[in-house]
């Protein structure tokens, strides 16, 4: 029988893990439980040692992320359940996860509907993710960035050294067990509103939100977002030789300039695709 690993990254979480690590005890009596607490100054710690649950503290905070990998690092379950500290995903959609995996997926995703979306700007940025992520892959995406997953720990642990230590290590997991064919599937749940206050800042973390969708190309394929770019570069240089053919009978340095430019972003994008293939390799090799 497989045995589970429940990981929850958690900073100043201390009101939301109260109320949920009974649950989740109570849902999974037999799983061993992790919280990670990513540098807070509250009573989380305080919180996991009434509970009996064991905390891993970190002097300082080093993201969501780097929460995730040194979970995932200690862990001795062959299944690992990866859950918000916040309180907004329910210990019981776990059993439901779980069921999956007999079905032969290594990594299950917990897909939130439009209501358990954090307002309508992070829903509309979720959707496109959702989108581009599925076209990249060829395969559905529900739920590119949701943090509520169940996943093969040493499927999850050849990625280790692919997730970065901010807040978008579901996106890099998800498209990384794409990549290498591990199959990926989704169970719809409903996220509940979430205790305390959230640490995204729209503002600081705008760029973020925007290098993940090139991220999501990078992690793939680049070829695929490379391609096109060199092809539009192409096109518009053979536009404006044209229409500068047409008026001055001549070649002009914008057209050339342009041809320059779909040369060098594919030439881009064939190293990039190497440079991907060696990254997946180096992680089944360590």
């Known amino acids: 029988m497989n ?129 581009l992520a599925s076209r990249m892959t060829g395969h559905f995406v529900a739920d590119l960035t949701s943090g509520f997953r169940v996943a093969r720990a040493d499927k999850f642990c050849e990625f280790l050294h692919l997730l970065p230590n901010g807040f978008s290590y579901p996106t890099t997991s998800t498209m990384a067990f794409f990549r290498s064919a591990y199959p990926v599937t989704y169970v719809p749940i409903k996220a509940a509103e979430r205790i305390g206050k959230s640490h995204i800042k729209p503002l600081r973390d705008g760029l973020r939100f925007l290098l993940i969708i090139f991220k999501i190309a990078t992690l793939y394929s680049p070829l695929k977002l490379f391609v096109p770019a060199s092809a539009v570069f192409l096109l518009l240089g053979c536009i404006n030789y044209t229409w500068t053919f047409i008026h001055e009978g001549r070649l002009t340095n914008m057209s050339t300039l342009m041809w320059s430019a779909a040369v060098i972003v594919f030439l881009i994008g064939l190293v990039s695709e190497q440079i991907t293939a060696l990254t997946y390799m180096k992680g089944r090799e360590s």
Not at 8 to 15: D, F, R, T, V
Not at 40 to 68: E, F, K, W
Not at 72 to 97: C, E, K
Request: charged residues 20%; contains cysteine; proline residues 5%.
């Open 3 to 131: 045995s589970l690993s429940i990981i929850l990254p958690a900073k100043n979480e201390a009101p939301a893990l109260a109320g949920l690590l009974p649950r989740l005890r109570a849902a999974q009596p037999t799983a061993e439980i992790i919280v990670v607490d990513d540098g807070s100054t509250d009573d989380t710690r305080a919180v996991c040692a009434q509970h009996g649950i064991q905390c891993l503290s970190s002097p300082y905070s080093m993201g969501n992320g780097a929460a995730i990998k040194r979970g995932a690092r200690v862990a001795t379950g062959s299944i690992l359940v990866f859950m918000d500290g916040d309180g907004q995903h329910d210990p019981a959609d776990i059993a439901r996860m779980l069921e999956k995996l007999d079905q032969g997926y290594d990594m299950i995703v917990g897909a939130r509907d439009w209501g358990s979306q954090a307002g309508v700007g992070r829903g509309v940025a979720n959707t496109f993710y959702n989108w």
